[in-house]
């Protein structure tokens, strides 16, 4: 197959980066913090001794309030993806695509966290390999939550927190006319700082535009390539001039994993 042999080379140890990383027994408060002040969305937890035991998702973390000071990390922490150093793309890829999450944990022998690699770093790497199957629609995943381009971005944001979502389709009634993601809303100062105050301004002050779309016939290779061009981590679906669906990076991996 093209380019497997490169894949197959590289393992867990050659893509591993640093990544935020707390205990069992630190606050909620604590996590909110790491999340809000960095471009994760998730973080490593560890039990007192330093093995990894799970993580903590910034939906779960942003819905503690100030208020709550005193709830601790430990009655919130998720079953994540964790790999060995020399585990190759494909293992991670697979663990990652089971668990949902944005990362997989390295961790040794003694379950010790090393580091972590991010399904955006490898994304681009197993989309070389002849390994996906199907079309968009196939994969996408329909009724994709959406937002008018007046709607206020405080208002908008709460509900991507409060639905785990990613990113919503803007429409201005019937017409695609852009994306907002919250990679746009946490990695943009000046939105933080809307946000903080009641987050005011509108969506489109902040959405990209124009959205790239893809057909739902299209290949899914077709939507990880478009992905892989433009660095995006989800893509709305069209049937002709109307929107169906959404397909993002773990629906590619359900396209490789079909494959396998």
């Given at each position: 197959?093209?380019?497997?042999?490169?894949?197959?080379?590289?393992?867990?140890?050659?893509?591993?980066?640093?990544?935020?990383?707390?205990?069992?027994?630190?606050?909620?408060?604590?996590?909110?913090?790491?999340?809000?002040?960095?471009?994760?969305?998730?973080?490593?937890?560890?039990?007192?001794?330093g093995?990894y035991?799970?993580?903590?998702?910034?939906?779960?973390?942003?819905?503690?309030?100030?208020?709550?000071?005193?709830?601790?990390?430990?009655?919130?922490?998720?079953?994540?993806a964790?790999?060995?150093?020399?585990?190759?793309?494909?293992?991670?890829?697979?663990?990652?695509?089971?668990?949902?999450?944005?990362?997989?944990?390295?961790?040794?022998?003694?379950?010790?966290?090393?580091g972590?690699?991010?399904?955006?770093?490898?994304?681009?790497?197993?989309?070389?390999?002849?390994?996906?199957?199907?079309?968009?629609?196939?994969?996408?995943?329909?009724?994709?939550?959406v937002?008018?381009?007046?709607?206020?971005?405080?208002?908008?944001?709460?509900?991507?927190?409060?639905?785990?979502?990613?990113?919503?389709?803007?429409?201005s009634?019937?017409?695609?006319?852009?994306?907002?993601?919250?990679?746009?809303?946490l990695?943009?100062?000046?939105?933080?700082?809307?946000?903080?105050?009641?987050?005011?301004?509108?969506?489109?002050?902040?959405?990209?535009?124009?959205?790239?779309?893809?057909?739902?016939?299209?290949?899914?290779?077709?939507?990880?390539?478009?992905?892989?061009?433009?660095d995006?981590?989800?893509?709305?679906?069209?049937?002709?001039d109307?929107?169906?669906?959404?397909?993002?990076?773990?629906?590619?991996?359900?396209?490789?994993?079909?494959?396998?």
């Open positions: 197959m093209q380019g497997g042999g490169a894949l197959e080379m590289k393992l867990a140890r050659d893509m591993m980066v640093r990544i935020p990383s707390l205990t069992t027994g630190d606050l909620m408060t604590r996590a909110r913090q790491v999340l809000r002040d960095d471009i994760f969305r998730e973080v490593a937890i560890t039990d007192p001794r093995r035991v799970g993580y903590i998702d910034i939906t779960d973390a942003l819905k503690v309030t100030d208020t709550k000071s005193n709830v601790l990390i430990e009655g919130f922490v998720r079953e994540g964790a790999v060995a150093p020399d585990a190759p793309l494909t293992t991670i890829a697979s663990a990652i695509r089971i668990a949902g999450t944005d990362m997989a944990v390295v961790t040794d022998g003694n379950g010790i966290v090393l972590g690699v991010m399904l955006s770093d490898i994304f681009p790497i197993l989309c070389t390999r002849e390994a996906l199957r199907g079309t968009v629609a196939d994969y996408m995943e329909h009724n994709p939550p937002c008018a381009p007046d709607e206020h971005l405080g208002r908008v944001y709460a509900r991507m927190v409060e639905g785990n979502k990613s990113a919503y389709i803007v429409m009634g019937s017409t695609l006319t852009g994306v907002i993601s919250r990679r746009d809303v990695n943009t100062g000046r939105v933080r700082k809307s946000l903080e105050s009641g987050g005011k301004i509108p969506v489109e002050s902040v959405m990209i535009t124009p959205a790239i779309a893809i057909e739902k016939d299209e290949e899914v290779s077709a939507a990880a390539s478009m992905m892989v061009k433009h995006l981590s989800q893509i709305p679906v069209m049937d002709g109307t929107l169906v669906g959404i397909i993002d990076r773990h629906g590619v991996l359900n396209g490789l994993s079909a494959k396998e």
